[in-house]
């Protein structure tokens, strides 16, 4: 994709997304009316429910070069042996936007053309944090009707190799093979099969060479009315489709139409349970951790089916 159709794609789609509100929401959780929350009530039917998450690591690994630590703060050792009451305590510290652990994007996380999403300036986002689109908007969490697309099945492989792309075609196929339609206010998933691929061949530099959406496919988003998109892999392809733009997908779903994007999920124990029930839309419960200005979080989905 040329840098030239790139910008004519990034100024369409902005001039048809809603511009964030004074209290910075606005974009694409506008779709998500509360109706819509009742209605995705109604997925529910057995109760089942299935985390969309995926461990989070410890151990530093080609794609994971900062990995989570996870340090134990107490009982000390004459803590253990002793009678009296004492609390196991420990602390976790990572980088929500690595490319092994699952994590949810703000708006603010975003810097294109020195704007956030909105045309809110950058200098927003200080070594003090975010004062405008943090992750803090989602304070009362997303819940919506979550969809999977599963394209490795629709294409008929385990899943599919870093640096191919997913279309607007294999969406709309994927929806006619599943049987199942995106609508507005939908929380989409589309698996490409990096979590299994890392599971069975071992992990490798997705920064380097990744699957993702093309940044066409973004066209899908915006007339279905997607609220958030996830993927089990970072959404964006690597190498890029675009010239000198690393991360087109972020950029055009984030900073130009206020879509909350999730990364590095895990679709390997939602993908049966679906198979089983016979379909591939649920209720889905987003619930990012409350931390004031940050850019991104921890974020582990639960779909009930």
Do not use: K
């Given at each position: 994709m040329t840098a030239h159709d790139f910008r004519e794609l990034y100024e369409r789609l902005r001039g048809q997304a809603a511009q964030p509100t004074v209290d910075g929401r606005g974009g694409a959780l506008r779709h998500l009316t509360p109706a819509r929350v009742a209605?995705?009530?109604?997925?529910?039917?057995?109760?089942?429910?299935?985390?969309?998450?995926?461990?989070?690591?410890?151990?530093?690994?080609?794609?994971?070069?900062e990995p989570a630590v996870h340090r134990m703060t107490g009982p000390?050792?004459?803590?253990?042996?002793?009678?009296?009451?004492?609390f196991?305590?420990?602390?976790?510290?990572?980088?929500?936007?690595?490319?092994?652990d699952s994590h949810l994007d703000a708006l603010c996380h975003v810097i294109f053309d020195g704007e956030l999403y909105g045309g809110v300036p950058a200098s927003t986002v200080t070594a003090e944090g975010a004062r405008r689109l943090s992750v803090d908007l989602l304070e009362n969490g997303i819940v919506g009707r979550g969809v999977l697309l599963d394209i490795p099945r629709l294409r008929g492989v385990p899943w599919l190799e870093p640096g191919d792309h997913v279309t607007s075609g294999d969406?709309?196929?994927?929806?006619?093979?599943?049987?199942?339609?995106?609508?507005?206010?939908?929380?989409?998933?589309?698996?490409v099969g990096h979590r299994l691929r890392r599971t069975e061949l071992g992990p490798w530099n997705a920064a380097e060479a990744r699957v993702g959406l093309h940044p066409t496919a973004v066209e899908f988003l915006a007339e279905r009315q997607v609220t958030a998109l996830g993927g089990?892999?970072?959404?964006?392809?690597?190498?890029?489709?675009?010239?000198?733009?690393?991360?087109p997908v972020h950029v055009l779903a984030i900073h130009a139409m206020g879509i909350h994007l999730m990364d590095y999920l895990g679709f390997e124990d939602l993908l049966p349970a679906c198979a089983r029930a016979g379909r591939w839309s649920f209720l889905c419960v987003v619930a990012p951790l409350r931390l004031t200005?940050?850019?991104?979080?921890?974020?582990?989905?639960?779909?009930v089916l």
């Amino acid at each position: 994709m040329t840098a030239h159709d790139f910008r004519e794609l990034y100024e369409r789609l902005r001039g048809q997304a809603a511009q964030p509100t004074v209290d910075g929401r606005g974009g694409a959780l506008r779709h998500l009316t509360p109706a819509r929350v009742a209605a995705a009530a109604a997925q529910v039917r057995i109760g089942r429910t299935v985390s969309l998450a995926a461990p989070i690591e410890t151990v530093q690994g080609p794609d994971d070069p900062e990995p989570a630590v996870h340090r134990m703060t107490g009982p000390s050792p004459s803590d253990v042996g002793s009678a009296a009451l004492h609390f196991a305590t420990d602390r976790v510290a990572m980088n929500v936007h690595g490319d092994a652990d699952s994590h949810l994007d703000a708006l603010c996380h975003v810097i294109f053309d020195g704007e956030l999403y909105g045309g809110v300036p950058a200098s927003t986002v200080t070594a003090e944090g975010a004062r405008r689109l943090s992750v803090d908007l989602l304070e009362n969490g997303i819940v919506g009707r979550g969809v999977l697309l599963d394209i490795p099945r629709l294409r008929g492989v385990p899943w599919l190799e870093p640096g191919d792309h997913v279309t607007s075609g294999d969406l709309t196929a994927a929806e006619a093979v599943q049987g199942v339609r995106v609508g507005p206010g939908d929380l989409l998933f589309v698996r490409v099969g990096h979590r299994l691929r890392r599971t069975e061949l071992g992990p490798w530099n997705a920064a380097e060479a990744r699957v993702g959406l093309h940044p066409t496919a973004v066209e899908f988003l915006a007339e279905r009315q997607v609220t958030a998109l996830g993927g089990d892999g970072n959404n964006d392809t690597a190498p890029s489709a675009v010239e000198d733009v690393a991360f087109p997908v972020h950029v055009l779903a984030i900073h130009a139409m206020g879509i909350h994007l999730m990364d590095y999920l895990g679709f390997e124990d939602l993908l049966p349970a679906c198979a089983r029930a016979g379909r591939w839309s649920f209720l889905c419960v987003v619930a990012p951790l409350r931390l004031t200005g940050a850019t991104g979080s921890p974020v582990n989905p639960i779909a009930v089916l």
